[in-house]
Nanobody
Framework: QVQLVESGGGLVQAGGSLRLSCASS????????MGWFRQAPGKEREFVAV????????SYADSAKGRFTVSRDSDKNTVYLQMDSLKPEDTAVYYC????????????????WGQGTQVTVSS
């Protein structure tokens, strides 16, 4: 079993930055691809970014490319999502998730989820 806890969300003005963290406990953190998803009210959960178990490969949604950076610190069992140049349309609950599969981009391919952290970007 893996437990995931997100933190770092909040209210920020457009153009600002936030760094989300996702702390993992339980089974071996380094065995999993770690992904970030988001869900806005009335919308489906959508892929944001994913990092491989060893940290050497990443993949981003088009909406995140050039603005968001995913990274992981295996010593701290933590994955991060650095979000820069935030826009109002980035407003959502952000979730981290763990998967046994290599770099999955769909929610169904993830095995464990955190509870989410709210990000609100004001215009």
């Amino acid at each position: 079993q893996v437990q995931l806890v997100e933190s770092g969300g909040g209210l920020v003005q457009a153009g600002g930055s936030l760094r989300l963290s996702c702390a993992s406990s339980g089974r071996t953190f380094s065995s999993y691809s770690m992904g970030w998803f988001r869900q806005a009210p009335g919308k489906e959960r959508e892929f944001v970014a994913v990092i491989s178990w060893h940290g050497g490969r990443t993949s981003y949604a088009d909406s995140a490319k050039g603005r968001f950076t995913v990274s992981r610190d295996s010593d701290k069992n933590t994955v991060y999502l650095q979000m820069d140049s935030l826009k109002p349309e980035d407003t959502a609950v952000y979730y981290c998730a763990a998967s046994y599969r290599p770099l999955p981009t769909t929610p169904a391919n993830y095995d464990y989820w955190g509870q989410g952290t709210q990000v609100t970007v004001s215009s």
